[in-house]
């Protein structure tokens, strides 16, 4: 379904997210015929989400009121927040109902042509940054979108540009009805489990942004083993049309030895002209740069690169004093990318800050690579028993592991235990909801701490 196509009709929403708020924003001033009827919610709704719909006649329903008064509307549109494997929404969908988001029925209504979609559980973001700042360095028209800039229903407003980059979470993609022109997936590890239902379904709805009818060019990033083998596994169908192109391997954008960034084995970029720290960064600029070439688009490196910063909250160098550097990477949701974020900085001792909201993490592979390292690490909780746990069973110096209350005094430990050439990092490797309302939250946090003078 198309946006223009709700003109006229009586909306059902879940939520008064971000993305609901804007698409009402657009529902009220631009089809004036349409009308959100009934509003969902699993609890009774402050005022401020009430004002957001804009509809101050809208049916106000939860618990077992939200099935009978949405099962009224022509369409229920879903806050991404909303899992699509709600029992409600099953109900409402063997009756017929279309359920969708404000990101598909804007993407239905602009079609695939010029858009770039990013995924990933981790470099999405940063991805889907660098190709907006590339593209805009080669003197193209560009917007960005999605998880990242605006929601991408508010890119109705404005003039039309020949690309828009979004950053797409899997709840976005789960029942995504069309998809970009270019699909661009970064890596695929175990999250969001709860949304889902389980890993298989993650990994199914995260790649079927890839199978989406409009997608031309499906990009993956082949140095990740569990990507390639999910793609395996779940065998796509693609479209008859579509290209899978592979970054991160020999005879496209690639990395060397010495950390280069290569085209077909051509150097192209110098390890020291990144402006990110990281092997996962540098290949998440060979993803960018994949699809701007799949779209025509080739900028002049290093010259392209120059005013790119690392995003708020992703190795964020925070301050160095007394030859310390103190590092936010709140982002760091996952095992993973908390190791990811430990091997981006070899020459320096690490002392890590861990532990998170309990999803079932595995950390014995960052355990071991906490022992093999000699890296001091902080736990903070839930989870940074279990992360110092994993730790001190692959052989870790018990001293060198050590259990704060919560984040001020990991960082007060943190603080006494490093010494110059050190980085303190907090990449926590699991999400924040269990003390913080997100991983902004816990990194702005941080970053207060950190710039505390001692004592």
Sequence with gaps: MRFSELEGAAVGV??????????AAQLARRLPAARIAVAAFDAEPPAPSREKLLAPHAQIVTGAEIVPALSGCDVVVRSPGVSIHRPELHQLRERGMLVTTPTSLWLTEHGPEGVVGVTGTKGKSTTAALVHHLARAAGVSVRLAGNIGAPAIDLLDG???????????????????????????????????DWHGSEAGYRAEKLRLLALPGVRVALVNGRDPRLTAALRDLDLDLGSDAAVVEYGVPGGWDLDANGEVTLAGRPVLAG????????????????????????????????????????????????ERDGVLWVNDSISTTPESTLAALSSYPDRGAVLIAGGQDRGQDYSELGGALARTAATVIGVPSTGARVLEAARAAGA????????????QAVELARARARAGDVVLLSPAAPSYDHYRDFEERGERFRTLATLSPG
């Design 272 to 319: 020291g002209e990144l402006p990110l720290r990281g092997e996962h960064n540098a290949l998440n600029l060979c993803g960018a740069l994949a699809a701007l070439e799949a779209l025509g688009v080739r900028p002049q490196l290093p010259h392209a690169l120059e005013g790119f910063a690392p995003l708020a909250h992703r190795l964020e160098e925070v301050l």
């Design 159 to 193: 003039e039309r540009t020949r690309l828009i980059v979004l950053e797409l979470s899997s709840y976005q993609l789960a029942d995504l009805q069309s998809g970009p022109e270019v699909a661009l997936v970064t890596s695929l590890f175990r999250e969001h489990i």
């Design 14 to 23: 879940w939520g008064a997210g971000r993305e609901i708020g804007s698409f």
């Design 397 to 408: 110096d018990p001293v060198r592991t050590l259990q704060a209350r919560d984040l001020e």
